[in-house]
């Protein structure tokens, strides 16, 4: 899987399958028998990266500050993206479709999202009137301009999301 990010974060989605088996020191056999194609190893590579993150959500429940921890966690999925704008354009310049691969996990996510969200809002610290389909959008018109021809500066955007949540006194 390293070999795979590497590649890809490296070459796009060009790169031949051969290619990262011989990067990972395995022969091509072995990478075809656990992913028949790019796109499964695609899709493997997004997944990991996306449980990563629900564990750091469902991590950030035992957070005793509410606000803290749901606005850890949407730091931690902007930053994600931010690392990793090179593997997500190569894959939206295939004409993958990430979201449709790992609707399921993306889903789980976005379900701690909201359950940290709730308990902030619970807590009082942030408005009630804010779902989370909205925030979770966002979050992705955050990640979208990190790859805009004029990209923003996330700490900026994170600030102003921040702002804009926090109850008003």
Do not use: N
């Amino acid at each position: 899987m390293q070999a795979a990010r590497q590649a890809f974060a490296a070459e796009g989605f060009g790169v031949p399958l051969d290619e990262i088996a011989r990067r990972a020191g395995v022969g091509p056999g072995t990478l075809y028998r656990h992913f028949p194609t790019k796109e499964a190893l695609f899709e493997a590579i997004v997944r990991e990266r996306l449980l990563l993150l629900v564990e750091g959500a469902k991590a950030a429940r035992s957070r005793p500050d509410a606000a803290g921890a749901l606005f850890g966690v949407i730091e931690a999925i902007v930053a994600d993206a931010q690392a990793k704008t090179e593997l997500i354009d190569a894959l939206t310049g295939a004409g993958i479709d990430v979201q449709t691969e790992v609707a399921a996990t993306a889903a789980k996510l976005r379900e701690e999202v909201d359950a940290l969200l709730r308990r902030a809002q619970h807590e009082g610290s942030i408005r009630d009137d804010v779902g989370a389909a909205e925030l979770m959008a966002l979050i992705g018109g955050v990640i979208l301009a990190l790859r805009g021809p004029q990209a923003i500066d996330p700490a900026r955007a994170l600030a102003v999301i921040r702002d804009g949540l926090r109850r008003s006194a």
